[in-house]
């Protein structure tokens, strides 16, 4: 793969992530809140409850992006507050969640960013307790189909910056994929496969070492 596409590939990786972060709103998001009749919005209160329910989560992922890129790899999650992507070679990017920080880190160039986690989809998983009926969020859609439930949200401070979709498998409750459109209309589809939840998972995995400082990162 050309380094050049490596780079454009890192670009859609971290947008995947810090779709929250003002850019020019080249398409504007359908901010519209969704009529929810009462079996939407109990089926609604099931995500949430079993979003909550999650302390652990440990998945293969494949990511794609409309603008072509692709993308395989690992996440882990733990509530509250950690999380961790991990992408398969020749993609040298690795992005960890500590300490309230998203931390995108490119490995073949050795450079580091830190971003507000609150700001991103990741700060959203990674919450102690998750409502999906809060003021900070818009519910925009919810799709029920056969065994299937597709939820759409914007956030309320901004809700152009872009919109967030969580796709669920249904009884029994499972997230199977979300989908990420920013702001310029690019949309990131990341897809889990095999995920184990609830399985014990090795703290050190959500500790960054800062190559450049030896600065460790931690959410202990």
């Given at each position: 793969m050309q380094i050049r596409h490596l780079k454009r590939l890192g670009v859609a990786l971290l947008l995947a992530w810090v779709f929250f972060m003002p850019t020019t709103h080249a398409h504007a998001q359908d901010a519209t809140p969704a009529k929810l009749s009462e079996a939407d919005r109990a089926a609604v209160g099931r995500i949430e409850e079993y979003l909550n329910s999650v302390s652990t989560l440990e998945s293969r992922f494949l990511q794609a992006s409309s603008n072509g890129s692709y993308a395989e790899g690992k996440m882990y999650l733990s509530r509250p507050g950690k999380m961790r992507l991990q992408y398969d070679p020749p993609v040298p990017i690795l992005i960890i969640v500590a300490k309230g920080n998203l931390i995108y880190v490119d490995k073949e160039l050795q450079q580091v960013s830190y971003v507000d986690a609150n700001d991103t989809p990741a700060g959203f998983l990674v919450r102690e307790e998750i409502s999906l009926f809060g003021d900070d969020l818009i519910i925009t859609g919810l799709m029920r189909e056969a065994q299937t439930l597709r939820l759409s949200l914007v956030r309320a401070k901004d809700p152009l910056e872009g919109a967030l979709?969580?796709?669920f498998s249904d009884r029994p409750m499972q997230?199977?994929?979300?989908?990420?459109?920013?702001?310029?209309?690019?949309?990131?589809?990341?897809?889990?496969?095999?995920?184990?939840?609830?399985?014990k998972i090795d703290p050190e995995l959500f500790v960054f070492r800062d190559p450049r400082t030896n600065n460790t990162w931690d959410q202990f």
């Amino acid at each position: 793969m050309q380094i050049r596409h490596l780079k454009r590939l890192g670009v859609a990786l971290l947008l995947a992530w810090v779709f929250f972060m003002p850019t020019t709103h080249a398409h504007a998001q359908d901010a519209t809140p969704a009529k929810l009749s009462e079996a939407d919005r109990a089926a609604v209160g099931r995500i949430e409850e079993y979003l909550n329910s999650v302390s652990t989560l440990e998945s293969r992922f494949l990511q794609a992006s409309s603008n072509g890129s692709y993308a395989e790899g690992k996440m882990y999650l733990s509530r509250p507050g950690k999380m961790r992507l991990q992408y398969d070679p020749p993609v040298p990017i690795l992005i960890i969640v500590a300490k309230g920080n998203l931390i995108y880190v490119d490995k073949e160039l050795q450079q580091v960013s830190y971003v507000d986690a609150n700001d991103t989809p990741a700060g959203f998983l990674v919450r102690e307790e998750i409502s999906l009926f809060g003021d900070d969020l818009i519910i925009t859609g919810l799709m029920r189909e056969a065994q299937t439930l597709r939820l759409s949200l914007v956030r309320a401070k901004d809700p152009l910056e872009g919109a967030l979709t969580l796709v669920f498998s249904d009884r029994p409750m499972q997230l199977k994929k979300w989908v990420v459109t920013d702001a310029q209309g690019v949309t990131t589809t990341v897809s889990l496969m095999g995920a184990r939840v609830g399985a014990k998972i090795d703290p050190e995995l959500f500790v960054f070492r800062d190559p450049r400082t030896n600065n460790t990162w931690d959410q202990f």
